[in-house]
């Protein structure tokens, strides 16, 4: 029960590292100036990212986004809408579930962990680009 118990000090060192980075990328860029509730919410998102809580991260990371447009009223027109879509939509799939086709099962967490990993790297990834106004250059 891999996902039950407290990660290594690598493990955790390694994605406090990746989290820590990718925050010194994005923040070149300049910033609208983050709002104080995704400030804060920020510090949890780093602490269930280096956990392992990958659904957890993924409706955080959707919950901070959602923070810093309500402050600032913009659409986050420098994020590719279809991954605003994506986070939202999956962010919905976790919350609101479905009996017939849930979000997130046991299964994933047992068999799967490698790719909700991934799918909470991305949404922090997004998260950091509407904080910060990060326009890729690829």
């Not at 879509?85 to 979000?103: C, E, I, Q, S």
């Amino acid at each position: 029960m891999d996902q039950l118990e407290l990660p290594s000090d690598i493990v955790w060192s390694d994605r406090r590292f990746w989290f820590q980075d990718l925050e010194t990328q994005y923040s070149q860029a300049g910033s609208r100036s983050p709002s104080e509730q995704a400030c804060a919410l920020m510090i949890d998102l780093q602490a269930t990212f280096c956990a392992g809580a990958w659904a957890a991260t993924i409706i955080l990371s959707t919950s901070i986004v959602q923070a810093q447009m309500k402050e600032h009223g913009t659409y986050l027109t420098w994020i590719d809408p279809k991954e605003l879509t994506w986070m939202n939509k999956l962010r919905n799939r976790l919350v609101h579930g479905d009996k017939r086709k849930p979000g997130i099962t046991i299964q994933d967490q047992w068999t799967r962990r490698d790719e909700w990993e991934k799918r909470a790297r991305k949404a922090v990834e997004i998260t950091f680009k509407a904080l910060y106004e990060y326009e890729d250059d690829d």
